[in-house]
């Protein structure tokens, strides 16, 4: 082998890498520069202007709803903490003491939200569809510990990545309810239509995609020299 093979060798894992990590860390800046849009622009509001006037229809439920945005904000500033400490390789204790607080964070903004579903002005329809987030949200949280408590990293990380996608849900519904030529819809059916689709389809596509990971992984397993079936 020549002394230019050798060094395409080593040089294309490299560039390859190289590539991934910048893509990722694309991804990641947009998924919290949309992060941080959606909380100034809809989060600090509430706690900046305290009075009926903002709240709304909330007004009567105003400790809930400072509960649940609380609770929204910090899972989701606190989530890519435990993606970057889990793959960067940044102290473990940093990754712990992340992932508990944003479990902590959900449990908060779980609760609170089920009260606020359960006493919803816009109708069941709107109400299930939230409780249905909520229990997505607290289900694929729970698993993430779960698997981690057992000790299954890989488990534990795909776990991780569907909490966050739930938790992601309320920048999600915000786009197509404010920004994107949806709102220009009917304000209710669009609520309870985003209710449901806000947090299933984002959480179907991430199945597809973590499966279609899986099944590829696999298949470069069995590829291998002495695999077994």
């Given at each position: ?9 080593f ?9 991934m ?8 800046a947009?998924?919290i ?7 100034f622009a809809?989060?600090t509001?509430?706690?900046v202007?305290y009075?009926?006037?903002?709240f ?8 809930a ?6 609770g929204a904000?910090?899972a989701?500033?606190?989530a890519p903490?435990?993606?970057w ?8 204790a940093v ?18 939200a089920v009260?606020?579903s359960l006493t919803?002005?816009f109708?069941?329809?709107?109400g299930l569809g ?5 229990v ?8 993430a510990?779960?698997?981690i408590?057992h000790?299954q990293?890989?488990?534990h ?7 966050y996608?739930?938790t ?11 920004v ?5 819809l ?8 985003l209710?449901?689709a806000?947090?299933a ?11 279609a990971r ?6 470069r397993?069995m590829?291998?020299?002495g695999a077994?079936a």
């Amino acid at each position: 082998m020549t002394d230019a093979a050798v060094t395409r060798d080593f040089e294309s894992p490299s560039g390859k890498q190289t590539g991934m990590r910048a893509s990722a860390v694309l991804i990641w800046a947009l998924i919290i520069a949309c992060a941080l849009a959606f909380i100034f622009a809809y989060a600090t509001r509430y706690f900046v202007h305290y009075d009926a006037a903002t709240f709304g229809p909330y007004w009567p439920r105003r400790g809930a709803l400072l509960l649940h945005i609380g609770g929204a904000i910090v899972a989701l500033l606190t989530a890519p903490w435990q993606f970057w400490s889990g793959y960067r390789r940044m102290p473990m204790a940093v990754h712990r003491w992340t992932g508990r607080v944003f479990v902590a964070a959900v449990a908060l903004g779980s609760v609170s939200a089920v009260y606020l579903s359960l006493t919803t002005t816009f109708g069941w329809a709107f109400g299930l569809g939230t409780i249905a987030l909520n229990v997505a949200w607290v289900a694929t949280t729970c698993m993430a510990v779960y698997a981690i408590r057992h000790r299954q990293i890989e488990l534990h990380k795909q776990w991780m990545i569907r909490a966050y996608v739930v938790t992601f849900a309320f920048v999600v519904i915000r786009l197509f309810n404010d920004v994107l030529p949806t709102s220009a819809l009917a304000g209710k059916d669009l609520a309870i239509t985003l209710s449901w689709a806000g947090w299933a389809v984002p959480l179907l596509a991430t199945e597809l995609i973590l499966q279609a990971r899986q099944i590829h992984k696999t298949l470069r397993h069995m590829q291998r020299p002495g695999a077994v079936a």
